[in-house]
């Protein structure tokens, strides 16, 4: 399995910022990818998920009615709409894919917003 993130930058308070993870080399159906974050000095922490077999999602509280999380199961990619984005997101983001659990992951993409 392959992930492959892109559509991080900066971008100021308020701003918005479209995540792509581009999924290749699996076979199953029933999968779930997640997106996690990771701030310098700080834990990473799960942002969203997705599951592919019932598109069901989940959110983490501080991310809640700002960000969206979807997928086009043509081009195997799934997205991270992030709208009014604060300080706080700033981040290196990174999708993983699993089935009981988180089992690969992408090298990251940076997200930097700045005030």
């Known amino acids: 399995v392959q992930l492959v993130e892109s559509g991080g930058g900066l971008v100021q308070a308020g701003g918005s910022l479209r995540l792509s993870c581009a999924a290749s080399?699996?076979?199953?159906?029933?999968?779930?990818i997640g997106w996690f974050r990771q701030a310098p000095g700080k834990e990473r922490e799960g942002v969203s998920c997705?599951?592919?077999?019932?598109?069901?999602?989940n959110y983490a509280d501080s991310v809640k009615g700002r960000f969206t999380i979807s997928k086009d199961n043509a081009e195997n990619t799934v997205y991270l709409q992030m709208n009014s984005l604060k300080p706080e997101d700033t981040a290196v983001y990174y999708c993983?894919?699993?089935?009981?659990?988180?089992?690969?992951w992408g090298q990251g993409t940076q997200v930097t917003v700045s005030t």
């Open positions: 997705i599951s592919n077999l019932d598109g069901r999602t």
């Open positions: 080399g699996f076979t199953l159906d029933d999968y779930v």
């Open positions: 993983a894919y699993g089935v009981s659990r988180y089992n690969y």
